[in-house]
């Protein structure tokens, strides 16, 4: 999801700032999550464009360059479309919090019927 964001939520010095969401699901542990980010888009003294990351107020690294999972702090961990995570929670009856399932269990309602 993405949006263009103007106003209370972007510093002073930002250009526009966009709005996009990703659900992340990590190879390695199988955990799952979704976040979103602010985009923020500035020049530097001499010209340059540079884009800012935000997650909940603070500069991170662009999710999209390196993902690092917040359980294992493994790399291969794959983006997906907001939503994903929720609603493969929501089908498989596992509530957020619950440290008792797989990413098989996570991915199933999404494999394609043959």
Avoid at 36 to 59: F, K
Avoid at 60 to 71: A, D, E, I, N
Avoid at 88 to 107: K, S, T
């Amino acid at each position: 999801m993405t949006e263009i964001a103007e106003g209370p939520g972007a510093r002073a010095d930002a250009g526009a700032v966009i709005r996009e969401s990703y659900s992340f699901a990590c190879m390695r542990c199988g955990y799952g999550w979704e976040q979103s980010y602010e985009i923020e888009h500035h020049q530097d003294t001499d010209g340059h464009d540079l884009v800012c990351y935000l997650a909940n107020g603070r500069i991170v690294p662009s999710p999209l360059s390196r993902p690092t999972c917040l359980r294992c702090d493994g790399h291969v961990v794959r983006i997906m479309r907001p939503g994903r995570v929720t609603t493969a929670l929501d089908a498989a009856h596992i509530e957020p919090g619950d440290r008792h399932w797989h990413l098989a269990g996570l991915m199933h309602p999404f494999r394609r019927k043959e």
